[in-house]
């Protein structure tokens, strides 16, 4: 947008630390001024309270859009999050042929430069076959290291993570190798042990992904990954809040249990902001029923149909503070990606979400707003 737009806020959690009343002034799609209290010039736009946009960090697409579908066009999907207060996405591809996998990776890499996407996150295929979930066992494989440099080639920088089972062979070396590539690692769809995770940790790991799904229950005498998620504090722990994939006093156990360390992500798939029906993930076929997504045998979720905007309204119905959800959504997955968190500060994008007693009621995006 051109020319300038002054916003006030009854209430600003910025995301820098600020929290209480403030403005701001929007100019080319930026925060050119801002304050606190009431603004001297007068208010074009007056807000609630505003926390600063979403960063979802594990999605799969939306709007009949798979984010892993060779050819597909991921703008509107892109769109589609951008409008639920999702401004940052990181593209999450499910497990397909190691080939397929590849070739995607170097259509979405331009995706990423230009901007639209904050990066890649590869959900397989180097993922346990007992906790696989929605991914076809056919196709998953153990990291060897030709297959991870085919993988880190095709994104040619622009993966941002990448989750797998620490107890596969070679899992420790491939740790190493993504890391030291500027790779994020994710642990998921594993039935690793505790002394597996500590080693996957130590080897360089710091994302639990989707805590609880994908992963043996928590047990009294064998903890398993669960247990080091919520008990390792060098772990980010990822948390689908949508109602479906985790019962909420399971939420609930993350956020006092993790706290400053859980990250609300959608783990949406192409179903979003449709309706029921039949869909692709990855190259595994499902079904949706009531907003569910499941394999068509129903022997497993895959995926979600909620953004996290949805998840946020959850959990501010049930009384979150807005200072928790910033950190749930912007600092937390932020700093798990070694990205400087959003913050409404000048100079920063004019990202923003406004936040009422029954979650998103506003999104501005780049200075426009979208909802």
Known sequence: MSGELVIGADRLVDGSGFDGPGWLSVRDGVVADRGTGTSTAPVDVQLGTVVPGFLDAHV??????????????????????????????????????????????????????????????????????????????????????A?????LAAADGTLAMITLAPELPGAMQAIRRLTDSGVVVALGHTAATVEEMRRGIDAGATVITHVFNGMPSLHHRAPGPVGVALTDERLTVEVIGDGHHLDDIAVDLVRSSARGRMTLVSDAMSATGLGDGHYDLGSSSVVVE???????????????????????????????DAVEVASLTSAAPARALGRRASALTVGA??????????????????????A
């Open 290 to 320: 009531n907003g569910v997504a499941s394999l068509a045998d129903h022997s497993s979720l895959a995926g979600g149909t909620t953004p996290i905007g949805g998840a946020v309204t959850r959990l501010v119905r049930r009384g979150a």
């Open 147 to 151: 297959a991870v440099d085919a993988l």
């Open 60 to 145: 799969h697409g939306a709007v009949g859009i798979d984010f892993g579908a060779l050819g597909a066009d991921p703008s509107p999907a892109i769109a589609h999050h951008a409008r639920t207060g999702s401004t940052t996405l990181v593209a999450s591809l499910a497990t397909s042929a190691l080939s397929i996998t590849v070739d995607r990776l170097r259509e979405l890499a331009p995706v990423v430069r230009s901007g639209a996407l904050a990066g890649l996150h590869l959900e397989g295929p180097f993922l346990a076959s007992e906790r696989r979930g929605a991914h076809d066992p056919a196709l998953l494989l153990a990291p060897d290291p």
């Open 349 to 370: 994008p004019a990202d923003l979400v406004e936040l009422g007693d029954d979650g998103v009621t506003r999104v501005m995006k780049a200075g426009a707003w979208l």
